[in-house]
């Protein structure tokens, strides 16, 4: 990419990194306002632990039920396959009205209700509320470093060191604050925080009914009430709190205080990792430029001038990658077809995985509209459908193969068909466990005809342009008879230069994994998509150098196998997110099921295995194009 690109690059990606760290809404999204004693709906979701990452419906705990039944919200595509589950809850909520220890309901807990209690508070499962399209943060002081966290949800409940006695968060005090726009008299929910407690209620004397008068709502600040224990046949009385407070924060700006939690320093690491990454690109860059500009120029007048006599003589001693140029473009010698699939594939995941970062960066995939990164993933993919189709395509008839019917078919079913198997495997695991995140049949449905209604069909046309085209033209001619390749030293051997390939990509891009992960497997927003960006601008040009400057090393000790080697040298990089993946695994999640394990890698397999396919489809265009660029440069005979 030429500096001017590359300097544009990041200075779009720097533009898109600032208002991608602050909370905003999509244009047309209008804010809710309501009347000062206008009821305010409290809704629930899932109940998740990052423990054990298996959700697990609200009310399929021994919770207070409404008492009109519990009816389901409609959930999009992408709610389902993250597994939310939003109902209706029997909170009653105001605007403004404050609330002192209302008495929700009272249960009486049952042998079952224990265990599966008890279990819950040991695999830390989290309550998940909503109110207005905002979810319930629970705040963390810390005070050494004098910092407030903001964490997503709150504790089921809590246990002692030696997990003997177990006590139930049975009370809640929900903080909301609300903003008023000047000249109106309307108000807009700005702030959700709730504060739990555990305490062991006890009825007035005197109190009877179904919503009795409790002798313990005073002692709730002073902390002078038992926690309310655990076991069987205990009577839970389940009550709330609210306090609404002003506040001077936007209907627009609600949202920061979860993506930026400790913004400072994380702007930090993630101005530190694109540092690191772009000394990575400027460093290939410039063994590029030194390979171009010394080794190229100077081997091409060599190769371009008449030569003498003597120099004919010697022709036969003489080494260098020229001496390979009718064996360069000859077709790989296995599995033509599967390459093609590959970096076909590789190119429609690169598509969708540019284009959704683009439309999160500037904003479309807001995360106050739950579900719609995951739809933005499956819809970009399915619609590049017809670039898979015809790269592979169009690289498979420059291969000279004849299956071309065999090819597409690979094309549409092979990576596809690799997910939904692994997808439906691991969703079986959460059906035997009772999870939310089991995808209903019909949603199934909705994936079966987004891939055979639309992708499939795509990747037909895709392939059937690319088939209409010529066959790629190569400057230097293909000799029928191969060279034979002379022994190759350690370091060139495929498996280091493959190992060797993915080092500096992965390099590339480990920060912002890590950041990504702790998003996807801990229950963090991760909403800095500009910094993103930049990062697989990054990524894609470190594959891209790394791969040209491997390629030419081996062209130059006269191997011309390079076709395979340059995808799978590049694609590595998804090896070295997978091997990652695992150290942070048994580093942060800290499992506890060994169903964990399998849901974890088993997601982590898919993305991996996506990104050995992106990058490959990077290393094997930019090796395809520098060696196109450098033969044309010589004469041959």
Known sequence: MAPSRFHAAVALGAALAAPAATGFYLPGVAPTNFLEGQRVELKVNKITSTQTQIPYDYYSFPFCRPQNGVHHYGENLGEFLTGDRIENSPYELKMKVDQSCTVLCSHTLTKGDVSKLKEAILEGYSHNWIIDNLPAASVTVDDVYQTTYYSRGFLVGMTDEKQETFALHNHVRIFLDYHQKEGQNAFRVVGFRVRPYSIDHKVAEGSKGDTPTLSTCDGIDAGSTAPAQIKEGAVIYYTYDVQWEPSDVRWASRWDIYLNMDHTKTDKVHWFSIANSALIVLFLTGMIAMILVRNLCRDITMYNRVPTEEERAEEREESGWKLVHADVFRAPASHPMLLAVMVGTGAQLLMMAFCTIVFAAVGFLSPANRGALMIAVLLTYVLMGSVA?????????????????????????????????????????????????????????????????ISVPLVFMGAYLGYKRDVMTFPVVTSNIP???????????????????????????????????????????????????????????????????????????????WWWRSFLSAGSTGLYVLLYSGVYFFRTVQPNLFATYLLYFGYMGIISLGIFLMTGCIGFAASLAFNRVIFASIKVD
């Open 389 to 453: 189709g015809y790269v592979s395509a169009r690289l498979y008839k420059t291969f000279k193969g004849k299956q071309w019917q065999k090819c597409t078919v690979l094309t549409a079913l092979w990576y596809p068909s690799i997910c939904f198997s692994v997808f439906l495997c691991l969703d079986f695991i959460d059906v035997s466990y009772g999870s939310s995140g089991a995808v209903p049949f019909l949603e199934m449905l909705k994936l079966l005809t987004l891939w055979f209604g």
């Open 483 to 561: 060279r034979t390749i002379p022994d190759q030293p350690w370091y060139m051997s495929k498996a280091f230069i493959i190992m060797v390939g993915g080092i500096l990509p992965f390099g590339a891009c480990f920060v912002e994994l890590f950041f990504i992960l702790t998003s996807m497997w801990l229950g963090a927003y991760y909403y800095v998509f500009g910094f993103l960006l930049l990062v697989f601008v990054i990524l894609l040009l470190t594959c891209a150098e790394m791969t040209v400057v491997l390629t030419y090393f081996q062209l130059c000790n006269e191997d011309y196998h």
